[in-house]
């Protein structure tokens, strides 16, 4: 057990819908990241929040946003779902800005878009 | 272009049949190297750090040792519980983390 927490750990939704995702870091952790893995496409980064500020941003689409709550917390928030936007998304923490820290992955939520 | 390319993609070993995975990389200002083993359907569970040429750190039956092109994972005598997704992932001087995309180990009895 990593120490984080993503709910839901299953989400099946349609074509065209919102859905938003809940990532709770370790303790003590303050930078928070969030990753989709489809089968294809292995582990992608999405982007990471550091103390409630966005920090760096990967491959990640206009139609999906996140954020960080003053307790930490991190939603990730997925519109106009795709049929492609099914897959894995992890959300991972570490303590450092920096992240020469190693970082801690959560369980994951499955997403499926039928 | 920063990259991380992983060989093999997948790896059938006896159990007790020594191995080593490959994870060879390309990026700018390498601030540092990361080994991670998922299991289906799980979450990447972090296995080491490795930050400079020359590095090598052990865990078990896994040692990790990095180059300044490439990072190897040597497993020795492994055992089925091994049996996972090994991950490499690297990040550059802006911090931009890059995974490559595995290797599926299968330790067989």
């Known amino acids: 057990d990593s120490g984080v927490t993503q709910t839901p750990k299953h989400l099946i939704t349609a074509t065209g819908q919102r859905v938003t995702l809940r990532c709770s870091p370790r303790s003590g952790d303050l930078s928070v990241y969030w990753y989709q893995q489809s089968l294809d496409q292995g582990l992608q980064f999405l982007i990471q929040?550091?103390?409630?500020?966005?920090?760096a941003k990967g491959n990640i689409l206009e139609r999906f946003s996140a954020q960080q709550f003053p307790d930490l917390h991190s939603e990730l928030n997925l519109s106009s779902l795709e049929l492609g936007d099914s897959a894995l998304y992890f959300c991972?923490?570490?303590?450092?800005?920096?992240?020469?820290?190693?970082?801690?992955f959560g369980p994951g939520t499955r997403l499926t878009v039928l | 272009e920063d990259q991380v390319t992983q060989s093999p993609e997948a790896l059938r070993l006896q159990e007790g049949e020594s191995s080593s995975l490959n994870c060879s990389y390309t990026?700018?200002?390498?601030?540092?190297l990361f080994w991670y083993r998922q299991d289906p359907g799980k979450g990447p569970e972090f296995l080491f750090t490795?930050?400079?040429a020359g590095e090598e750190k052990e865990k078990e039956r896994l040692k990790a040792t990095l180059t300044k092109k490439e990072s190897f994972l040597h497993i020795t005598a492994p055992k089925p519980e091994d049996s996972a997704t090994y991950l490499c992932a690297v990040k550059d001087g802006a911090n931009n983390l890059f995974f490559g995309t595995g290797t599926r180990l299968t330790v067989i009895p």
């Open positions: 929040y550091y103390n409630g500020e966005e920090r």
């Open positions: 990026v700018s200002g390498l601030r540092g």
């Open positions: 490795l930050y400079s």
């Open positions: 991972a923490s570490s303590v450092a800005l920096s992240g020469d820290q190693s970082q801690y």
